[in-house]
Nanobody, 124 residues
């Protein structure tokens, strides 16, 4: 059974940085897409960033472009999100997502596998 587990969330002041990690365990897959989504209180879940299996293709929500960087280590089955210049509006629960049916997560149709989420709180 596949499991995704996020870590690295916390409380940070505006302008600060955090690095989120997501570990994939269970069955071994290759050529799968991974991404990050987030959900703020009272709001719908939204796409943040995605990365292809090879790492050659990455795309971001407009709201995080230039501040967040998504990366992955396939040998360790890990996904990362480096978040810099954090803003209070980045406060949310961040979720890792994996799509084992394609090499890239589609923002409007994410994969079926989700982590439990990690809370990121940015104070002003």
């Amino acid at each position: 059974q596949v499991q995704l587990a996020e870590s690295g969330g916390g409380l940070v002041q505006a302008g600060g940085s955090l690095r989120l990690s997501c570990a994939v365990s269970g069955r071994t897959f290759s050529n799968y897409g991974m991404g990050w989504f987030r959900q703020a209180p009272g709001k719908e879940r939204e796409f943040v960033a995605a990365i292809s299996w090879s790492g050659a293709i990455r795309y971001y929500a407009d709201s995080v472009k230039g501040r967040f960087t998504v990366s992955r280590d396939n040998a360790k089955a890990m996904l990362f999100l480096q978040m810099n210049s954090l803003k209070p509006e980045d406060t949310a629960v961040y979720y890792c997502n994996a799509d084992f049916s394609r090499s890239m997560v589609v923002p409007a149709a994410p994969g079926n596998y989700w982590g439990q989420g990690t809370q990121v709180t940015v104070s002003s």
